[in-house]
């Protein structure tokens, strides 16, 4: 079977200026002042991968913790929660050493693992595993220390992913937590499985270190136990602790209640993946749309599932929002109708997951910053992450790319395939941005076939539209 990763590291990392083969981008400087002093603070990560080191076919794992990193390339504390197989949660303190380059490209080694870091900027970084036989990528964002007192409070929509003894399973929903405890909704597809609709109820218990604390989550029928870390007073995100449930989720504050149909009003680009029954990681797309007064207009989807490439336009659709929770039910006309739920967490973000029982995909989408795009929309140095594998292995990337506003660009990567790490140096390659965001790239020795879905000059989802190849990402402008 084959498996997808996204995993966190933090690693000792040194991009090449001109090594490899292969065409190379005949001169490439890398930009930026970051230094160890950009990584300074305490930092929630958030990670997911396959472990080969006892498992031919990879054994899924999700990592998460706080660490603190000092400005001087030390990491002086934290916790850490790792969660693989049947084994359950094992939590650790967090210490180790990093490296910043002044393109914001790096090495951390926490707990004597290895990643390699691209940081976006001094508040926000992406990553991947670099030690043989560990594949995975993730995400970092730094922890505002004055909201780590106390459980979270308020209301939040929530999206949640869960590879588990059995079947796989994802869920979007909104929660309501007050001194602790928890109301709320959610919509769940088990792989197979027809859409349910439970009623949650929980707790949150307070917070014992660097805003790491306990939670319940229960839908009537199971009641899952989880880590939570405390991002800031609008942001956390969960690790289950139950045996053989591994899963993560992410959770942001509701905002612009009541919501109403104009709350889902403009043009969204949005990312996903999931898993099929051929294989974890097995679906990845990207796309965007219009919204308006009820009506879904100007659509266009980029999915590979099981290796099969699909591009589909859908120029009509229909959809309802509750004013309570921020769901919106919406149906997209294609060549067949395609059912997805929404839970808002703004009138310009969401979390939704497609109602399909053969996958689960779930995702976020973004509202378009502009009413129209062109090549000058990509402008300046990215960091970016991408991960999931091609026909022949495992694939994460991390690191910069360059795009010039007239259609080139210059990607400078580390990868892990299946295990093995490599730094191909610079690769050049060239792109066209349609006025709907949608962007076209070929990178040689990559692929010809990139898609970018813009959400502004500063942020895009990306899907690597090749045959036989699930890896899919995201870029966002180094700040």
Partial sequence: MRQLSFAFGLVTLTFCLACGSGSKSPIFVPKGNFSNASLSGQYVYQISGFDFRNNGNG????????????????????????????????????SGVYSINNDGTGQ????????????????????????????????????????????????????????NASVPSASVGALTITTGSVIGKEDLLALGGTLSSPTLSGAFNAPVSFGRGTATLNDGSTSLQFFYYVVGSGKFLLLSKDAGVIGTAQAEAQSGTPFATTSLSGSYA?????DTAISLGGVNSAGRFSASNGAITAGVLDSVKDGATSNISFNAGTYTVDATTGRADVTLNASSSIHEIFYLVSSSRAFFLIDDSSKVEDGTLDLQQSSSFSNASLNGQFAFVMDGFDATTLKDRVGTLQADGNGRLTLNEVANAGGAISV?????????????????????????????????????????ADSGTEISGIISKQQ
């Fill in 59 to 94: 054994l899924p794992y999700r990592e998460a913790g706080v660490f603190v990193a000092d400005g001087n390339g030390n990491i002086t504390g934290g916790a850490d929660d790792f969660s693989e197989g049947s084994a359950g949660v094992s939590s650790t303190s967090a």
């Fill in 108 to 163: 951390v080694i926490l707990n004597g693992l290895t990643l390699d870091i691209t940081l976006v900027s001094s508040s926000k970084l992406y990553l991947i595993e670099d030690d043989f036989s560990l594949d995975a990528g993730g995400t970092a964002d730094k922890q505002d220390t004055s909201a780590t007192a106390a459980p979270p409070s308020g209301t939040f929509a929530f999206r949640m992913h869960v590879e």
């Fill in 424 to 464: 191909p140096g610079p690769l050049s390659g060239t792109y066209s941005v349609s006025t709907n965001g949608r962007t076209t790239a070929s990178i040689s020795s990559l692929s010809s076939n990139l898609i970018f879905y813009l959400v502004s000059s500063n942020d895009a989802y990306i899907v690597q």
């Fill in 270 to 274: 949005f990312g996903s993946k999931g």
